[in-house]
């Protein structure tokens, strides 16, 4: 496997009783999409949210980039980029004042700021959009705006959350295209969906997540090869044949 850029041991995490998050192990390598899928109330977004600092686990360790959350959560904070499962965007502003908004934030200059952004529009396919103002917008827009966001600074690893719920073609492929390029590119990404087909294109590995645990981690094709022919069933079978329960229940 190539070089790990983000190591995650025995994570845990519970809310009162509750075991949101039950002992998850994994890791991503440089320049891999990694899959956390699972139905809704897994703990995807748990997991992502110790990952991104942004939650305290109970217990576990975490490591990016060399770095760990725990005792350097600062160094994590400068490679990372968080792309939230819910919208994080000033509706008044335009596309390209949130981004500048956000840029200035993660401590560049304005201009660093305003050229980023650019960049950034222009590879979401949204740079004639940029003086328009967000609340004018499409959910599949913001999803994008939301992505280019998370995208400043570079980061070396970044995390996405459910980035294709309930958004248009166009902007589902214009995120798959971007992430792919990234990719290539060299930046690591976890991914986080309850749509399996979405996993089993993007994703060299995936892990099935429920009930805060990963049940089983591999490449699509080896998933799928343990409970029938790669080219005939589906990670929604490989569900099934694991929890004996539908992912869309
Ligand atoms: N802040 C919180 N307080 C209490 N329960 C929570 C909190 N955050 C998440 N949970 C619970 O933890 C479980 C996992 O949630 P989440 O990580 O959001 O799942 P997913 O992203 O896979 O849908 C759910 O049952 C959810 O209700
Ligand atoms: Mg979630």
Redo the contacts with the bound molecule.
């Keep these: 496997m190539a070089e790990e850029f983000l190591v995650v041991k025995d994570l845990h995490k519970s ?1 009162n009783e ?1 075991k ?1 998050v039950n002992g998850v192990s994994f890791s991503i390598g440089k320049g891999e999409i990694f899959g956390l899928l ?1 139905p ?8 992502i949210r110790m990952l991104a600092t942004v939650l305290k686990a109970d217990s576990g360790e975490i490591t990016i980039g060399g770095h760990s959350v725990r005792r350097d959560a600062e160094s994590v904070r400068n490679i990372i980029g968080v792309c939230p ?1 819910d919208l994080a965007l000033y509706e008044d502003l335009s596309a390209l004042d949130n981004m500048v908004f956000f840029g200035r934030m993660a401590g560049m200059n304005g201009k660093e700021a305003k050229e980023q952004a650019m960049t950034n529009l222009k590879m979401m396919g949204l740079v004639d959009r940029a003086k328009g103002k967000v609340a004018k917008f499409s959910g599949g827009m913001k999803r994008r705006i939301n992505l280019a966001i998370a995208l400043m600074g570079n980061p070396r690893l970044l995390f996405l959350d459910e980035p294709t719920v309930g958004i248009d073609p166009q902007s589902r492929n214009n995120i798959y295209e971007t992430i792919e390029d990234l990719r290539d590119k060299g930046m690591s990404v976890l991914y ?1 969906t309850h749509y399996m087909e979405e996993a089993d294109r993007l994703c060299k590995r995936v892990a099935i ?1 429920d009930g ?1 645990q990963i049940i089983a981690l591999d490449t699509p094709y080896k998933l799928k090869g343990e409970i029938g022919s790669p080219e005939q069933v589906t990670l929604e079978d490989v569900f099934l044949k694991l929890t004996g329960r539908s992912l869309r229940d």
Excluded: E, I, R
């Design positions: 809310f509750f949101a699972g809704n109330g897994a703990g995807k977004t748990t997991t499962q986080t997540m805060g």
